[in-house]
Antibody, heavy 118, light 108 residues
Framework: QVQLQESGPGLVKPSQTLSLTCTVS??????????WSWTRQQPGKGLEWIGY???????HYTPSLQNRLTISIDTSRNQFFLHLTSVTAADTAVYYC??????????WGQGVLVTVSS | ENVLTQSPGTVSLSPGERATLSCRASQSVAGNYLAWYQQKPGQAPRLLIYHAYNRATGVPDRFSGSGSGTDFTLTISRLGPEDFAVYYC?????????FGQGTRLEIK
């Protein structure tokens, strides 16, 4: 079955760019009418959808982050990516990737904690 | 954006009891495109229900979803010890996708 795994630096300095990779296994990222999504969860808080991408390259972003956000995809590597610029402490969170079917999320990766601190 | 409000914030019940969790939307959810997720400490969310009442693969039939428009409910008919967790609703009928703030289901 499809599995997703997030990877990337656990610590990012303020004002720098947060970059994460989600590697998909057990399924082709190019198959079907699926989107590939990012969601985050600040410590002790609820879930916040960030955005998603289709293998065609079409993207949808949440308005509050769209000025700092880029989601991209590499179908040859079965990976998709998150880039968030000009980060602050408010961007400290566990970041999850998930398969969007096409807009409810199943399954999810295990998540990666990213801390923004100098 | 469509704001989802879940109630109660926390509910304390005993194993074997019935749990009823509510999710109210600020606007009608288009297509009744509403999902429910379960999250246990240190774990990723797990899809339980999609399109308001469809159980995801492998979800026990004690979990059921209902509702339409702006009012939705997740019911757990007989609580097992593994059901104590935080539950989130999510709407995907309009952009941006939004989640409720969660209901914590704790053991009484």
């Amino acid at each position: 079955q499809v599995q997703l795994q997030e990877s990337g630096p656990g610590l990012v300095k303020p004002s720098q760019t947060l970059s994460l990779t989600c590697t998909v296994s057990g399924d082709s990222i190019s198959s079907g009418n699926y989107y590939w999504s990012w969601t985050r969860q600040q410590p002790g808080k609820g879930l916040e959808w960030i955005g998603y991408i289709h293998h065609s390259g079409s993207t949808h972003y949440t308005p509050s982050l769209q000025n700092r956000l880029t989601i991209s995809i590499d179908t040859s590597r079965n990976q998709f990516f998150l880039h968030l610029t000009s980060v602050t402490a408010a961007d400290t969170a566990v970041y999850y990737c998930a398969k969007a079917v096409p807009v409810y999320f199943d399954p999810w990766g295990q998540g990666v904690l990213v801390t923004v601190s100098s | 954006e469509n704001v989802l409000t879940q109630s109660p914030g926390t509910v304390s019940l005993s194993p074997g009891e019935r749990a009823t969790l509510s999710c109210r939307a600020s606007q009608s959810v288009a297509g009744n495109y509403l999902a429910w997720y379960q999250q246990k400490p240190g774990q990723a969310p797990r899809l339980l229900i999609y399109h308001a009442y469809n159980r995801a693969t492998g979800v026990p039939d004690r979990f059921s979803g209902s509702g339409s428009g702006t009012d939705f409910t997740l019911t757990i008919s007989r609580l097992g010890p593994e059901d104590f967790a935080v539950y989130y609703c999510q709407q995907y009928g309009s952009s941006p996708i939004t989640f409720g703030q969660g209901t914590r289901l704790e053991i009484k």
